[in-house]
């Protein structure tokens, strides 16, 4: 079966860079969009940053920090994420989905964790 591997997580200080980086494994699919989620303690699940053709999006409150970069045929992406902030605290999920099978799969999360 297919399993995104993620990686890049940790600890770093305020104003600090981390990147995060997914790649799928497994059965081959054609990959249509990619994305990152993340989800801090007692909020929702919320969107980072998408990529999908060569059109990205990124949550507001991330624009102008972080930037999303993927490779759709070696169904790997990745998350640059720069002047980091103690509200950027989260696990954060890579998510790929495949419109023709209908398929999406997410990773297991990776923490990021920004405090000094």
């Known amino acids: 079966q297919v399993q995104l591997v993620e990686s890049g997580g940790g600890l770093v200080q305020p104003g600090g860079s981390l990147r995060l980086s997914c790649a799928a494994s497994?059965?081959?699919?054609?990959?249509?969009?990619m994305r990152w989620y993340r989800q801090a303690p007692g909020k929702q699940r919320e969107l980072v940053a998408a990529i999908s053709g060569g059109s990205t999006i990124y949550a507001d409150s991330v624009k102008g920090r972080f930037t999303i970069s993927g490779d759709h045929a070696k169904r790997t992406v990745s998350l640059q994420m720069n002047s980091l902030k103690p509200e950027d605290t989260a696990v954060y999920y890579c998510h790929m989905y495949a419109l023709a099978s209908a398929r999406q799969y997410w990773g297991q999360g990776t923490q990021v964790t920004v405090s000094s």
């Open positions: 497994g059965s081959i699919f054609s990959v249509d969009g």
